[in-house]
């Protein structure tokens, strides 16, 4: 069982970009709890959404969180160049655990 | 201010073990389950590990089970991970994080293990 994400995917900045998590096992629901991570090389994730559309404290509102479909989906709008980053979802799949996907390097150009 | 500082890695032998430590401030620590992750050179972020608030509960990653241990001193406002058995594979950053929701809110700077002989 796994969490898929799109390997790559590019913006012009100013732009909206979707990026996508599915479940190998199966349709994506709030009840997987997703959440979107954002990280930059050297440094430590910050986490964007949880709960699958609450934002993070200090998050701005051009980052959103929904269920697209049968997948969780992070939306971007008005990207910017600080934008590119990786950026990995993260579902809860039961029993006390939870599973990252491969991550999504996002360029933004 | 939320703050988490991980401490305890380090080079180590295969077979050989390791205990990390994350302080952590700025928040209830007993009012938050805790988690670890790991991201391996070059790799995506892996989920290991979550504890409960008190400590009575805990889950793991196959990859991890039976080979390390979490657990939590509320009154140190401090998560520990103990790895034993360490294998090549598990080289990486290891990163604690505090639960919020279903989610991970709140990122130490992470501490590298490398398991090398």
């Known amino acids: 069982t796994v969490v898929t994400q799109e390997p790559s995917f590019s913006v012009s900045p100013g732009g909206t970009v979707t990026l996508t998590c599915g479940w190998s096992?199966?349709?994506?629901?709030?009840?997987?709890?997703p959440s979107w991570y954002q990280q930059t090389p050297g440094q430590a994730p910050r986490t964007l959404i949880y709960?699958?559309?609450t934002r993070s404290s200090g998050v701005p509102d051009r980052f959103s969180g929904s269920i697209l479909g049968h997948k969780a989906a992070l939306t971007i709008t008005g990207a910017q160049i600080d934008d590119e980053s990786d950026y990995y979802c993260?579902?809860?799949?039961?029993?006390?655990?939870?599973?990252f996907g491969g991550g999504t390097k996002l360029t933004v150009l | 201010e939320v703050q988490l500082v991980e401490s305890g890695g380090g080079l180590v032998q295969p077979g050989g073990s390791l205990r990390l430590s994350c302080a952590v401030s700025?928040?209830?620590?007993?009012?938050?389950?805790m988690h670890w992750v790991r991201q391996a050179p070059g790799k995506g972020l892996v989920w290991l590990s979550r504890?409960?608030?008190?400590?009575?509960?805990?889950t793991y990653a196959d990859s991890v089970k039976g080979r390390f241990t979490i657990s939590r001193d509320d009154a140190k406002n401090t998560l520990y991970l103990q790895m034993n058995s360490l294998r090549a594979e598990d080289t990486a950053v290891y990163f604690c994080?505090?639960?919020?929701?279903?989610?991970?809110?709140?990122w130490g700077q992470g501490t590298l293990v490398t398991v090398s002989s």
């Open positions: 994080a505090r639960g919020s929701g279903w989610g991970l809110v709140g």
């Open positions: 700025g928040f209830t620590f007993n009012s938050y389950w």
């Open positions: 504890i409960d608030y008190d400590g009575s509960s805990a």
């Open positions: 096992s199966g349709s994506v629901s709030t009840n997987y709890y």
């Open positions: 709960n699958t559309n």
């Open positions: 993260m579902l809860y799949v039961g029993s006390g655990s939870w599973v």
